[in-house]
């Protein structure tokens, strides 16, 4: 009896760890880096915001430097990107727990674990949409915007690339 109480504690706080790891990659406030803006824990939304201060590297895409009317409107696309899909994530992520709790059962239900990767699916479908309505969006506003570049060719800071 111990045993078995002892192993469904054990299993638990694992899941709870694995998620709680992996949610912060998954549904991380997004591109960019991050100065002391609201991005990064900040209050105040124009201070630092991702882009901002790293020259050729900002966050934006782009090999120069964005003036700030540029990266007021970047940053409001961004939080509005955020925003709009917060629901989706939370949703994410407990369809994820879900399948996991299931899929931990000493004896999984195949037909509940497939009807939650399903559902998993087609959240993932609905967030990817979204995510490319936001990317045309920030190209719209910038359009060296290149989402997960520093800029032209390169791939992030730092970091050697094409140029």
């Not at 931990?104 to 609905?126: C, F, G, W």
């Not at 920030?138 to 915007?145: E, L, R, S, T, V």
């Amino acid at each position: 009896m111990k045993k078995s109480i002892t192993r469904n504690i054990v299993i638990a706080v694992a899941v709870v760890a694995i998620s709680g790891f992996g949610s912060t990659a998954f549904a991380g406030r997004g591109m960019g880096h991050g100065g002391s803006g609201k991005y990064n824990g900040g209050d105040s939304g124009d201070a630092g915001g991702p882009g901002q201060y790293h020259g050729a590297c900002m966050g934006y895409g782009s090999n120069k430097q964005l003036d700030s009317e540029t990266v007021k409107k970047l940053n409001a696309e961004r939080e509005k990107f955020y925003n709009g899909t917060g629901d989706v994530r939370k949703k994410l992520f407990q369809k994820d727990l879900e399948l996991r709790s299931e899929l931990a059962k000493d004896t999984p239900d195949a037909k509940k674990a497939e009807s939650i990767q399903k559902e998993i699916s087609d959240l993932e479908s609905v967030f990817a949409r979204k995510r490319i309505a936001h990317m045309i969006e920030m190209k719209k506003i910038n359009p060296d915007f290149r989402p997960g570049h520093g800029g032209k060719g390169r791939r992030g800071c730092g970091r050697s690339g094409n140029r």
